[in-house]
């Protein structure tokens, strides 16, 4: 079975500074991956997704996540956070088998932006 | 508009006192699932559906049911409620399950006292 580690609970970090939040999974094979972002009260947005091609994934709000297959890693980062960043991330893992399909999400990690 | 709707998005509740949180998509999906969300926990997985009256086991399944007679719904009934359900419950949806993005609802806070 997959399962995803997001060994962050929490961040913080001011405005305008670079962001990296870590996600590492384990399966046997290369999942489908994703990160998604909670903004309180709301419901999970997907900033963005992996399949399979090109490494470097581009998201939404200026984000972007690195799959590194050596490491079981997909990381999330961003050059210059904004005070509207503030929210919970959640990475997860996707596997398809058959007509079977399951998505397992991370813990979640909050960020906190200072001004 | 696309969206995933959820009713009530607030509800306080008894122990055993039966109740159906309803979930609806308008955007076609074959996919549908149900998370709860809890402190330190993540969303874990208590139901999805592949399609209409195709549903299956989640991560957390234990005094839940649910069933998918049409493809836009998908309710989430709590038969005999009990205090360690009191949670925050997402429906989401999407085309193509775990390869595909989740359309999630705006949650439903469930309090069983």
């Known amino acids: 079975a997959q399962s995803v580690t997001q060994p962050d609970i929490h961040i913080t970090v001011s405005e305008g500074a670079s962001l990296e939040l870590r996600c590492n999974y384990s399966?046997?094979?290369?999942?489908?991956l994703f990160w998604y972002v909670q903004s309180p009260g709301q419901g999970l947005q997907l900033l963005l997704k992996?399949?399979?091609?090109?490494?470097l994934v581009q998201g939404i709000k200026g984000f972007e996540a690195e799959f590194k297959r050596s490491q079981s890693s997909f990381n999330l980062r961003k050059p210059s956070v904004h005070w509207s960043d503030a929210a919970e991330y959640f990475c997860?893992?996707?596997?398809?088998?058959?007509?079977?399909?399951?998505?397992?999400f991370g813990t979640g990690t909050r960020l906190q932006v200072t001004l | 508009e696309a969206q995933v709707t959820q009713n009530p998005r607030y509800l306080i509740t008894v122990t055993g006192k039966k109740l159906t949180v309803t979930c609806s998509q308008n955007?076609?999906?074959?996919?549908m699932s149900w998370y709860r969300q809890d402190p330190g926990l993540g969303l874990r997985q208590i139901y999805y559906?592949?399609?209409?009256?195709?549903?299956d086991k989640g991560d957390v399944p234990e005094g839940y049911k649910v069933s998918r007679k049409e493809k836009r719904n998908f309710p989430l009934i709590l038969e005999s409620p009990s205090p360690n359900q009191t949670s925050l419950y997402f429906c989401?949806?999407?085309?193509?399950?775990?390869?595909?993005?989740?359309?999630f609802g705006e949650g439903s806070r469930l309090t069983v006292l």
């Open positions: 989401a949806s999407s085309f193509d399950g775990g390869g595909g993005e989740l359309f």
């Open positions: 399966y046997g094979a290369t999942p489908y």
């Open positions: 992996y399949f399979s091609g090109d490494t």
């Open positions: 997860a893992v996707g596997v398809v088998r058959g007509t079977a399909s399951k998505l397992t």
């Open positions: 955007m076609n999906h074959e996919y």
């Open positions: 559906s592949m399609n209409v009256e195709v549903t």
